[in-house]
Each structure stands twice: as C-alpha cells, then as structure tokens.
C-alpha cells in the first residue's frame, strides 16, 4: 500500500506561484505513476498532470500547460507540482494520486489510480 501526504497549498494572488509537494511512503515500484488532480466546488475531479515514475514521462492538462510543472524527486520519493501564473480558475483541492499504470492512454483516468492524498487547498484570488 502506497501512502500520500500532500502539502504546498495556500492562498495567492493571480499571477502569482505555488509548489505542491506529494511525499509517498509504503510500496512503491517503478511502474508507478503519479499524478495530480484537483477538484473545485460543485465539479467533477480533474485530471491536471502526471509523472512517470521510471522515464519520467510527463503529461498535462491542456488548462495548466506551459504554466505547470510536474516534477519527482526519487531520493525524496516526492513528486512536486509548480504552478505558474495562476489563475482563478485553478481554485480547487488539490490531490495527489498513485497509479500502478504507467501507460500513456490511462494516465489522465482517475479510475486507474489506486491511491490518494488528502488533499492541499489552492486559492488563487484575483
């Protein structure tokens, strides 16, 4: 079992950045992929960007690319995600997720992801 804790969230003015960490613990294996998602009030949970744990494949949102990054650390088993030039609408509960699929055409499928974070706020004011 794969654990998550996410931290970085917080409050921030348009324009402005933020770095999401995702710190995992438990049985993690190369195959892994690890994603972010967000959730806004009143909406369906959202697919935002992915890391491949081995490659290091990346895939994004088409909302968040060129301003997001995602990123991993293995020595830290971390996977961060920076936001740049935020914007209101990616006001949401940020959540980091696992997925033991690391195929492309699955990434974004937030079915496919077996474990997940408890979430960090994101509030961009305008």
Not at 102 to 109: A, K, L, N, S
């Amino acid at each position: 079992q794969v654990q998550l804790v996410e931290s970085g969230g917080g409050l921030v003015q348009a324009g402005g950045s933020l770095r999401l960490s995702c710190a995992a613990s438990g049985r993690t294996f190369s195959s892994y992929a690890m994603g972010w998602f967000r959730q806004a009030p009143g909406k369906e949970r959202e697919f935002v960007s992915a890391i491949t744990w081995s490659a290091g494949r990346t895939y994004y949102a088409d909302s968040v690319k060129g301003r997001f990054t995602i990123s991993r650390d293995n020595a830290k088993n971390t996977v961060y995600l920076q936001m740049n030039s935020l914007k209101p609408e990616d006001t949401a509960v940020y959540y980091c997720a696992a997925s033991p699929n690391d195929r492309g055409r699955y990434i974004p499928r937030k079915t496919e992801y077996d474990y997940w974070g408890q979430g960090t706020q994101v509030t961009v004011s305008s």
